[in-house]
Structure formats: structure tokens, C-alpha cells
Nanobody, 115 residues
């Protein structure tokens, strides 16, 4: 079972930037899909972005053009660079991985966008 640990959350002002990391406990070379979800208080978990082992990326309409997902196989880590942050981006961000039909989740990291 892949263990995932997120880091990089925090408080940022509207229009600011923040970068999240998701470190895996094993090589991610053979992990077909990795990505990010987020959950705001009172809301259901919302898909944010996905990156495949080939580097293909997809984004939700709400973050397209502002967020960038990437992965570094040499560091067994996936990243989410968030720019032009808005108060609506406030949420707990979770990374996930899908390997051989097994889905694993990180514990989440809080992102708060507020002035």
C-alpha cells in the first residue's frame, strides 16, 4: 500500500501563490495516476487535478490556468503549484494515487486564502 504525505499548506492572501507536495513511500514510476482533491467545510470532496505516469494532466474548470500539477519520479513526489489564489480555494487538499486499481490517499493539508 502506497503511503502519501502532503506538505506545503498554509495561509496566503488572495492573489498569492502556494505550492503543495505529495511524497510517496515508494517509487511512483509505476503509479499510473496521481492527483489532487480538495474539500471545503460543508462541501463534498472536489476533484482538482490529475497527472498520469506519462505526464498527461487534467484540471477542473475552477483551477484551470491557475494551478499546475507535476511529478518528479526521481524524488517520488507530486506537486501542485497554485497561483492567483482565491478565497474559494480555501480547503483541505488531499493527494491520491491509483496503482493496480488500488486507491490511496494522503492525510490532507489545509490551504486558507484570506486577507
Amino acid at each position: 500500500q502506497v503511503q502519501l504525505v502532503e506538505s506545503g499548506g498554509g495561509l496566503v492572501q488572495p492573489g498569492g501563490s502556494l505550492g503543495l507536495s505529495c511524497a510517496a513511500s515508494e517509487s511512483i514510476i509505476n503509479i499510473g495516476v496521481m492527483g489532487w482533491y480538495r474539500q471545503a467545510p460543508g462541501n463534498e470532496r472536489e476533484w482538482v487535478a490529475t497527472i498520469t505516469s506519462r505526464g498527461t494532466t487534467n484540471y477542473s474548470d475552477s483551477v484551470l490556468g491557475r494551478f499546475t500539477v507535476s511529478r518528479d519520479n526521481t524524488k517520488n513526489t507530486m506537486y501542485l503549484q497554485m497561483n492567483n489564489l482565491k478565497p474559494d480555494d480555501t480547503a483541505v487538499y488531499y493527494c491520491y494515487s491509483i496503482k493496480n486499481f488500488d486507491v490511496n490517499w494522503g492525510q490532507g493539508t489545509q490551504v486558507t486564502v484570506s486577507s
